[in-house]
């Protein structure tokens, strides 16, 4: 989502009584590459570029090919072939070793329904939305979209009638396969149509504002999630000491369920150095549905607070202890505050990916998820979890 953010503000910033506009899609991936389906970049015709669809190797041809697409105002889909013994059809060494479908669009500033327009709509959304753009077609209709929400409610629909219902379906499985693929229809007319699943930015709430939570905050606003640091103590949360932050409170812990809304695109971060304080908030959002909670400390603590709660009466599910990350953080032998702030973001990141966070070298897996079927690669992300009202009851 940072980077369809950054796209639709530098979108803002252009003059387009001068400039004209395209976008560049990757939709589809055969074999390796550098960026995954869903990889965006925003072209203007005076050479400039903002987002990337690899490492370098494809913006400039991609630019190119943006100038006639500018100019003629139709969509192009363009195939790059980066395997080794196909470069030299491009002039430049490419290393991804895959085959990458490019959809690029002219945006016209006048039209309301341009491909930024839609960006800007699945920016604002609050929760997972599914995209179906048409990349090719025998018709010529390619670069037409339709946009729904989880709950199946059209929130843009500008494709042909009798392709439709079609794509709809496929768009709301989309909510339970979690995988961005390309779909081909042979009914009423040959096309294909690129399906992708488009979450919410995560959002970090940061309870206690010690030190060592600036770095955290500062790393996350960095990847372009929401951050919220909350203490009890003011004198903890100037925003000399947070100055990127997207919030900054000063709350009670008894009001943690009542400020703050806690969603499944939610990770948070226990680090108040407060014993008391921490375990009362662990025990408030247990019952929201955030999928990460992470806490600061050895793991004697965490124990300690499961003792707590059994002598009150109180039983953490056993679902809940996959959610709760004691001690926080990857293993990567961080000792400073800011080597630790890695880890645990790292940690937030792997969580959300649904990843394990061990060495690349030894997965012999791809990099990128892919569907075995289709050989597509995916982003594999995290949709949210079970109502997690009751995962922690008192008896």
């Given at each position: 989502?940072?980077?369809?953010?950054?796209?639709?503000?530098?979108?803002?910033?252009?003059?387009?009584?001068?400039?004209?506009?395209?976008?560049?899609?990757?939709?589809?991936?055969?074999?390796?590459?550098?960026?995954?389906?869903?990889?965006?970049?925003?072209?203007?015709?005076?050479?400039?570029?903002?987002?990337?669809?690899?490492?370098?190797?494809?913006?400039?041809?991609?630019?190119?090919?943006?100038?006639?697409?500018?100019r003629d105002k139709i969509p192009m889909a363009v195939t790059y072939d980066t395997r080794e013994e196909s470069n030299q059809k491009l002039g430049i060494g490419l290393g991804c070793n895959g085959i990458i479908d490019v959809l690029i669009e002219p945006v016209s500033h006048e039209e309301n329904n341009n491909p930024i327009s839609i960006l800007r709509q699945i920016s604002e959304e609050q929760e997972a939305v599914a995209l179906a753009t048409v990349f090719t077609d025998s018709f010529q209709g390619a670069g037409k979209k339709i946009l729904i929400n989880q709950a199946g409610d059209l929130l843009s629909n500008f494709m042909d009638s009798e392709i439709t219902p079609m794509v709809l379906n496929d768009l709301k499985k989309i909510f339970e396969t979690s995988r961005s693929e390309v779909k081909s229809y042979s009914h009423p007319r040959a096309c294909e149509v690129f399906v992708e699943l488009i979450q919410p930015t995560i959002s970090l709430i940061i309870f206690g504002g010690g030190f060592d939570a600036r770095p955290v905050s500062h790393l996350a606003k960095s990847l372009g999630w929401n951050v919220i640091v909350t203490d009890e103590c003011v004198s903890h949360i100037a925003p000399v000491f947070f100055p990127n932050a997207d919030k900054l409170s000063l709350c009670q812990r008894e009001?943690?369920?009542?400020?703050?809304?806690?969603?499944?695109?939610?990770?948070?971060?226990l680090m108040s150095h407060n014993y008391e304080y921490d375990r009362d908030v662990l025990k408030k959002i247990l019952k929201t549905k955030t999928p990460y909670i992470g806490m600061l400390g050895p793991r004697k603590r965490f124990e300690k607070m499961q003792e707590e709660f059994l002598s009150n009466g109180t039983v953490i599910a056993?679902?809940?202890?996959?959610?709760?990350?004691?001690?926080?953080?990857?293993?990567?032998?961080?000792?400073?505050?800011?080597e630790i702030a890695v880890s645990i973001i790292a940690e937030i990141q792997s969580k959300f990916a649904n990843r394990s966070g061990g060495f690349m070298k030894y997965n012999s897996g791809p990099i990128h998820h892919r569907d075995v079927h289709t050989n597509q690669v995916f982003k594999q992300v995290y949709l949210g979890v079970a109502d997690q009202s009751k995962s922690i009851s008192n008896q």
């Amino acid at each position: 989502m940072k980077e369809i953010n950054h796209i639709i503000s530098e979108y803002a910033k252009v003059d387009h009584t001068n400039r004209q506009v395209a976008l560049a899609t990757v939709v589809r991936v055969r074999g390796s590459s550098y960026r995954s389906p869903g990889a965006r970049m925003l072209i203007t015709d005076d050479g400039h570029w903002v987002g990337s669809i690899s490492g370098g190797c494809l913006e400039g041809d991609a630019l190119r090919k943006a100038r006639q697409v500018m100019r003629d105002k139709i969509p192009m889909a363009v195939t790059y072939d980066t395997r080794e013994e196909s470069n030299q059809k491009l002039g430049i060494g490419l290393g991804c070793n895959g085959i990458i479908d490019v959809l690029i669009e002219p945006v016209s500033h006048e039209e309301n329904n341009n491909p930024i327009s839609i960006l800007r709509q699945i920016s604002e959304e609050q929760e997972a939305v599914a995209l179906a753009t048409v990349f090719t077609d025998s018709f010529q209709g390619a670069g037409k979209k339709i946009l729904i929400n989880q709950a199946g409610d059209l929130l843009s629909n500008f494709m042909d009638s009798e392709i439709t219902p079609m794509v709809l379906n496929d768009l709301k499985k989309i909510f339970e396969t979690s995988r961005s693929e390309v779909k081909s229809y042979s009914h009423p007319r040959a096309c294909e149509v690129f399906v992708e699943l488009i979450q919410p930015t995560i959002s970090l709430i940061i309870f206690g504002g010690g030190f060592d939570a600036r770095p955290v905050s500062h790393l996350a606003k960095s990847l372009g999630w929401n951050v919220i640091v909350t203490d009890e103590c003011v004198s903890h949360i100037a925003p000399v000491f947070f100055p990127n932050a997207d919030k900054l409170s000063l709350c009670q812990r008894e009001f943690i369920d009542r400020d703050f809304p806690i969603t499944p695109y939610t990770a948070c971060v226990l680090m108040s150095h407060n014993y008391e304080y921490d375990r009362d908030v662990l025990k408030k959002i247990l019952k929201t549905k955030t999928p990460y909670i992470g806490m600061l400390g050895p793991r004697k603590r965490f124990e300690k607070m499961q003792e707590e709660f059994l002598s009150n009466g109180t039983v953490i599910a056993e679902k809940d202890f996959h959610r709760i990350h004691s001690p926080i953080g990857l293993d990567i032998g961080a000792e400073t505050p800011d080597e630790i702030a890695v880890s645990i973001i790292a940690e937030i990141q792997s969580k959300f990916a649904n990843r394990s966070g061990g060495f690349m070298k030894y997965n012999s897996g791809p990099i990128h998820h892919r569907d075995v079927h289709t050989n597509q690669v995916f982003k594999q992300v995290y949709l949210g979890v079970a109502d997690q009202s009751k995962s922690i009851s008192n008896q």
